[in-house]
């Protein structure tokens, strides 16, 4: 495995991998940014991406050169072995009702499938969050069923609703925030992904495992209402 190193501005490094993008990648590059953060003195932040590592540092602390040298050295350890076990989460969708999956009819259209074997595709696989990204929380999804492949939308929305669950190309995403978009979009989960009120405003992270489940508009209302109150828990393996 392979580092090439690019400056982003005066604090900043981007350590990409010359590997394609995979689940397996994903894992290095997250075993990686934890031996950096717990291991080089100087680094203040980082941000993963699909195969690139973005390091903050502190120049006073550490320069350039070295930070590169020691990110080097760490590339052989960086192992899913260094990684705490992935949490698996539940999140509750509801599809069916024509104002939350205002575009799943279209889509089961264009695949030739019914409704219901959307659906049933759509929540019965566990999806790998490889990054948040594009909009605070909001999460790049990998490992949706490969009979649910269907390009983006021609001319992307200009608003869709936080809690959104769209596809597009081979990827699952999550509307974090109201933001324009084009995936096309199959349902909306009540649970939020980010609260800036909430003491960790953003709910994932790079590695979880997000598995969906389908529920009726009254269920998904009745969540709702416990999410606006603070009193729902998401349940997590």
Do not use: H, K
């Not at 010359?18 to 290095?28: T, V, Y």
């Not at 993963?48 to 320069?63: E, M």
């Not at 490889?130 to 983006?152: C, K, N, S, V």
């Amino acid at each position: 495995m392979r580092l090439r190193f690019l400056p982003a501005g005066d604090v900043a490094v981007s350590a990409e991998f010359d590997e394609p993008i995979a689940p397996a990648l994903s894992e290095r590059l997250r075993a990686l940014e934890s031996l950096a953060r717990n291991e080089i003195e100087g680094v203040l932040e980082t941000v993963p991406s699909f195969r690139a590592l973005l390091v903050y540092y502190d120049p006073g602390r550490i320069d350039y050169v070295r930070l590169c040298e020691r990110l080097t050295l760490l590339v052989p350890r960086a192992l899913p072995s260094v990684l705490p076990a992935s949490r698996r989460i539940e999140l509750p969708c509801c599809y069916r009702d024509p104002e939350l999956g205002f575009e799943l009819a279209a889509v089961a259209e264009r695949l030739s499938l019914p409704i219901d074997e959307v659906i049933r595709l759509q929540t019965s696989v566990d999806y790998l969050v490889y990054f948040i990204g594009f909009a605070p929380g909001q999460p790049y999804l990998t490992g949706m069923a490969d009979a649910l492949t269907i390009a983006r939308l021609e001319t992307p929305r200009t608003r869709t609703p936080p809690g959104s669950v769209g596809i597009g190309g081979t990827q699952c995403c999550i509307y974090s925030v109201e933001s324009p978009g084009g995936f096309w979009v199959l349902g909306r989960t009540p649970v939020r992904l980010y609260d800036a009120r909430a003491a960790q405003p953003v709910l994932l992270a790079p590695g979880d495992r997000i598995r969906f489940r389908d529920v009726d508009r009254p269920t998904y209302d009745r969540i709702a209402a416990d999410v606006g109150a603070g009193i729902y828990r998401i349940q997590v393996t």
